[in-house]
């Protein structure tokens, strides 16, 4: 397969960036003729930003799996679709062609069918990085059912908040995953999450560590038993409409629980594919290994729907960047002669830190592309990155885009499109960025910054928010009228390339980990040592920005550095790991508006260092307040 639809040259890209303006449905339609359609759709495009309604290729029929799995075995039987490197680099690989691929979705599609799974219900998932998550995802996908992936490191309490959202039937789970050098129980966690999910009836498990787990009777069933039940795992592919949901992935906003973005069919389906093939000039033949979890946006677009659909071989890892030393991406880009490397700025600067002698002896020769995803890449980590990894002949992809965009949306082209370090830099064909004000009003030219927003829909643009509508509607098409806004805050330098600054709302960003500040201050409220708190980011060398709570306690504790602990252990428990505070200052008040508001501003320049120019401190109901907590610092 060569892919008729991706861009050779910077003519090329501005051409079709121009007819994905001029002509939206024309320039989509033409590159959705190339999948595998059951019935063409009636029309391309319907939409309007005010409810939000938005349909991609409407009437059309197709399964993705069929596009993901069944239209290469003509050509592709025998290829590698996924090669599985275990977290032991001792253990043995798995190769998995697309036919064998293909073969074992359809027979975990007819276990979910055997132990009640129909199309329409959804599917929690909770699983390591091992093959059987892919084949779990895609097995979903076959039946129609609608999966909800849940990051392996989050806590039972946030396992259960969004298997309730969503009213999940059944668990796909493990008993435990490798992590370096730790077991991580994941059975136990479910057990505890379905305490309070009376939805569920299903609990499929995977024996990957042999670690005891405890099978509730009539609920629980292993994973190879009930494979070896199917007899015969020919498994037609259940028709969808291109509207009909395909997944729901949870992710935090700045108010609220973490909200549930749903994605459907057809669109996700044409702009993962697109954009994966386009970004990274993928050719046949060539080793792509994203080093993300399919637990997050980034895995289910481009490391199981993107490049499979593509016909590519995506490599999945299961362990960590420094286990069992700090040289462990580059020893698998060495073994498998990875071609594509694409991965998070937070882990460059993680291995920047451990030195060159991890690099130094391995043979990256393979590597024709590097990526970054996730958060904003500094200048220090790129010019690393291109000079030890990529040894200045890659080029490197900054591709910014989010879990509602479910695709790259600005990007350099590898090699196609000019790339600045630490600027995302062009919009990709079929995106039409734009820069507000405050007021709302267009901030037109170059060299200039605003709140990023995009103006016109683009195939997998997300659709709503599970089962709240008016939530979508609110927090991403309400803030300016007929915009998308995406919560991030951008510069257009002179040249027109756009370069991400990060989040103007109250969402964090650590380690390229979507977290709220609201959510983090809840979790800690629950600790009945605290009266109140108010959480910020400050930058981070590694994490890119480290959570910082200031917070109030309740007078009967003396042992402080207990009570910081047990906060601590708190958020891993009602949230997970990733989003404890890296920095806890008690506090006798919080500077607050006479309406009782936070001034988060006057939070954040103290946690940033600023300790000088504080802005207006007046309208504060207490000035004196922020004296205190400006001397308290750490
Ligand atoms: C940030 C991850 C700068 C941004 C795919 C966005 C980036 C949030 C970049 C989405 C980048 C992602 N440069 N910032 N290349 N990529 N971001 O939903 O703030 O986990 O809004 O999706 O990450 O995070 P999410």
């Given at each position: 397969m060569s892919y ?5 040259s910077?003519e090329?890209?501005n ?7 001029e ?7 033409a ?13 391309v495009?319907?939409?309007n ?5 938005i349909?991609w ?7 993705i ?11 592709k039987?025998?290829?590698p ?21 293909h ?25 390591p990085?091992?093959p ?5 995802v895609?097995a ?5 059912a ?33 992590r ?12 505890d999450a ?11 498990v995977?024996?990957?560590t042999?670690?005891?787990v ?28 291109s ?5 729901i992935?949870?992710?935090?906003g700045?108010?609220?629980k973490?909200?549930?973005v ?11 594919n ?10 046949p ?20 729907y ?5 016909g590519a071989?995506?490599?999945?890892f ?9 040289g ?12 594509i ?7 460059i ?9 991890f690099?130094?002896?391995?043979n990256?020769?393979s ?5 970054t ?11 690393w990155?291109?000079?030890?990894i990529?040894?200045?002949?890659c080029?490197?992809?900054d ?15 590898a ?17 039409q ?7 709302g ?15 016109f829909?683009?195939?997998?643009i997300?659709?709503t ?8 509607r609110?927090?991403y098409f ?12 951008a ?9 991400i600054t990060?989040?103007?709302d109250?969402?964090?960003n650590?380690?390229?980990h ?8 809840n979790?800690?409220?629950?600790h009945?040592g ?9 930058p981070?060398?590694i ?17 402080k550095?207990l ?15 990733i ?15 006479r309406?009782g ?6 939070l954040r320049k103290i946690?940033?260092?600023e300790?000088s120019?504080?802005g207006?401190?007046t309208?504060?109901l207490?000035p004196?307040?922020?004296e ?7």
């Open positions: 008729s639809y991706q861009v050779k910077l090329e890209y051409a079709a960036y121009k007819k994905s303006v002509d939206p449905e024309g320039f989509w339609s590159i959705a003729e190339n999948f595998l359609w059951r019935k063409k759709w009636d029309k495009l319907n939409w930003f005010t409810e939000p309604s349909k290729f409407e009437g059309g029929k197709l399964n799996t069929e596009n993901c799995l069944d239209r290469h075995l003509a050509t039987a025998d290829q679709a996924i090669v599985w490197e275990p977290n032991d680099p001792k253990d043995n690989k798995v190769v998995l062609t697309y036919k064998e691929l073969f074992k979705v359809c027979q975990f599609a007819h276990v979910l069918k055997n132990n009640g799974v129909k199309k329409g219900d959804r599917v929690c998932i909770y699983m990085m091992v059987e998550l892919a084949i779990a895609l979903c996908a076959r039946i129609g609608i999966h909800s992936v849940v990051f392996g490191g989050f806590s039972a309490q946030s396992i259960a908040d969004r298997i309730q959202d969503a009213q999940c039937s059944t668990v796909i789970t493990a008993d435990g995953g490798f370096g050098s730790k077991v991580i129980p994941l059975k136990a966690v479910i057990d379905l305490i309070s999910s009376p939805s569920v009836k299903k609990v499929i995977l024996s990957r042999h670690i005891p405890s099978m509730i009777n009539g609920r629980d069933v292993w994973w190879s038993e009930e494979i070896n039940k199917v007899q015969n795992a020919d498994c037609p592919a259940e028709i969808m409409d509207e009909d949901m395909l997944f992935l949870y992710t935090s700045s108010t609220g973490p909200k549930g749903v994605h459907t069919c057809g669109g996700y389906m044409v702009y993962t697109y954009t994966f093939v386009n970004v990274f000039q993928y050719q033949g060539d080793i792509y290994f994203c080093t993300a979890d399919i637990g997050w946006i980034t895995g289910h677009s481009y490391i199981v993107g490049p499979l659909s593509a071989t995506t490599l999945m299961e362990g960590i960047p420094t286990w069992p030393d700090a462990r991406f580059w020893e698998i880009v060495d073994k498998y002669k990875v071609n490397l694409y991965t998070a700025p937070t882990a600067r993680s291995l920047m830190g451990f030195g060159l002698d690099v130094n002896g391995k990256l020769s590597l024709r592309v590097l990526g995803v996730g958060e904003p890449i500094n200048e220090e980590a790129w010019h990155y291109d000079d030890n990529g040894k200045k002949k080029p490197i992809v591709t910014w885009w989010q879990t509602e965009t479910a695709g790259v949306l600005i990007s350099n082209i090699g196609i499109t000019p790339q600045k370090p630490a600027h995302a830099t062009l919009p990709l064909p079929g995106i960025p734009i820069l507000v004000d405050e007021k009003d267009e901030v037109k030219g170059n060299g200039v910054s605003g709140n990023l927003c995009i103006k829909p683009w195939p997998s997300i659709r928010t599970y089962g709240d509508h008016e939530r979508c609110q927090n309400a803030t300016y009228k007929n915009l998308y806004f995406t919560g991030d805050g510069l257009r330098d002179e040249q027109g390339n756009y370069r990060g989040r103007v109250d969402v964090l650590v380690s390229g979507r977290i709220g500040t609201a959510e983090v201050e979790a800690i409220n629950m009945t605290v009266v109140e708190s108010a959480v910020v980011g400050y981070h060398d994490k890119g920005q480290g959570i910082y709570a200031f917070v109030i306690f309740n007078g009967n504790m003396d042992d550095e009570l910081k602990h047990g906060i601590v252990q708190t958020v891993a428990k009602v949230i997970g790991a989003a404890k505070p890296d920095k806890i200052q008690f506090v006798s008040g919080l500077p607050k508006t309406s508001k936070i001034m988060r501003r006057i946690a940033e260092g300790t120019n504080l207006d401190t309208t504060l207490d004196a307040v922020v205190e907590i400006k001397n308290g610092r750490i």
